[in-house]
Structures are given as structure tokens and as C-alpha cells.
């Protein structure tokens, strides 16, 4: 399924803590020339890093919070993270993956906090069947979703999900990332990540057609006239 949105809004990166000056050149350095140099306390290389990471870590940030500024926040708070940890970063999974989970992790403890209701990072007990034919019922698109949308009622439906829902369907429905990926990402099975994306569609649903009725009931209210002879 893919859901509909218009370009992310770039975050605001040129007056980064993480731009210098006069350093060398590292824009065409490889991801792992840079992260290998970086490990080693190069701050160009770092920087090159961010260059390549920064607008999606922003997007998925953007997307969760609904908020421009909470999402530069993030983004900023995400890279200080990982120039502190990045020496612990040992390649068993892409770097990228390593990288948008702080950045999850950061988003959903910040939406914690902001949240009446106590919402654990390692709610994540859902048993769900492997079963190859259940997996894929789960990871069929969902033509309502796909066809029926305007984008403003889906930001909002969207607002209005668990973390965890909105977190898959940000990352699989808008980010394109694979099951798989997420699974890594989150310590979830494949078949976790599927039943989640498929609960969370559902409640979209939900949501969606319940803006529909109210906008339907809404217009067919047709205002008294008073009629004088």
C-alpha cells in the first residue's frame, strides 16, 4: 500500500552543530569510509554522515510528532546520540538501522512524556502466527487506503493512532521500508511488524470513515430559511 503525502519539509541543518569549517572535503566519502573515520573522532566525516542521513531521520520524526519543530529537535538530538555512541556501532546490522532506531527510541520516549497514558518502549509482546499464509493476508494492501484518502484527513487519523501503529505505518506506508527492516529495527518478528501494520490500517479505517460520516452528516444539514410574503 502506498499512502499519498506531498515532499517532507527539509530540516533546517545549515546552522548545525555539526557543520565545520575548514575541514576537508568528505562529500564524496563512502558511508563506511565515514563511519570508520568518524569512529576516530573525525568531525568531517561525521558530517557527512548526517549529510546522508539527516532529511529521512527528519521525515520519520516529522511524521510521528506531526510537529516541524519537535521533528529539528529530534533530528538534532538523534546525531548528538550517535557521535556519542558511534564507536560502539560494530556494522552486525546497516547503519541506517542502527541509526532511525535512536531515532525512534528518542521520538517515542518524547511522546511518552508528553502522553497521559504510560506507553512502555518494550510493549512489544503481541504473539502473532509465522504462519507464511497469515503473514501474507496481513501484508496485502488495503485498497480504501490506497484510493479513497485525502491527505489531510490521513494526517489526522494518523495523529490519532498508538505510537506503535503510527510508527509502522510511517515506516512501511510512507518510508518504504520492508518488514524485515523494521523487524530489525524494532527487536520485532517479521510477523510482529505484519500484524501491527495490520491492526494499525484497520484503525485507520475506522478513523477515516468515521471523518467521512461526520463530513457527510455535516453537510447535509441545510440551514432554516425564514420565508416572509
Known amino acids: ?25 568528505t562529500r564524496d566519502l563512502s558511508e563506511k569510509a565515514a563511519i570508520a573515520s568518524a569512529q576516530h573522532g573525525n568531525a ?9 542521513h539527516s532529511s529521512r531521520v527528519y521525515a520519520i520524526c516529522l511524521r510521528m510528532t506531526g510537529n516541524p519543530a519537535e ?22 546490522s546497516a547503519f541506517s538501522t542502527w541509526l532511525h532506531r535512536i531515532a ?3 521520538t517515542l520516549m518524547g511522546m511518552r512524556r508528553k502522553s497521559s497514558s504510560e506507553t512502555s518502549l518494550q510493549e512489544n509482546c503481541d504473539q502473532e502466527s509465522d504462519h507464511p499464509g497469515h503473514l501474507q493476508e496481513l501484508a496485502v494492501s488495503d485498497p480504501f487506503l ?8 490521513l494526517q489526522r487519523a494518523l495523529q490519532k493512532l498508538h505510537p506503535f501503529q503510527k510508527l509502522v505505518v510511517v515506516l512501511h ?20 511488524s505484519k500484524s501491527r501494520l495490520h491492526r494499525a490500517r484497520a484503525r485507520l479505517r475506522e478513523l477515516l470513515q468515521e471523518s ?8 447535509s444539514r441545510t440551514p432554516q430559511v425564514a420565508v416572509t410574503t
Open 1 to 25: 500500500m502506498s499512502i499519498p503525502h506531498g515532499k517532507e519539509q527539509e530540516p533546517h541543518i545549515e546552522n548545525s552543530a555539526f557543520m565545520q569549517q575548514g575541514l576537508p572535503d
Open 104 to 106: 525512534i527510541n528518542l
Open 71 to 92: 521533528a529539528e529537535d529530534l533530528l538534532q538530538d538523534t546525531f548528538v546520540m550517535v557521535f556519542r555512541k558511534i564507536r560502539t556501532f560494530r556494522g552486525d
Open 146 to 153: 490506497t484510493a479513497s484518502l485525502d491527505r489531510l484527513n
Open 212 to 219: 467521512l460520516r461526520l463530513r457527510c452528516a455535516g453537510s
Open 173 to 192: 506506508d510512507i518510508q518504504g521500508y520492508k518488514h524485515t527492516e523494521i523487524a530489525k529495527m524494532m527487536d520485532w518478528s517479521t510477523g510482529n
Open 44 to 52: 568531517s566525516a561525521f558530517e557527512r554522515l548526517y549529510q546522508l
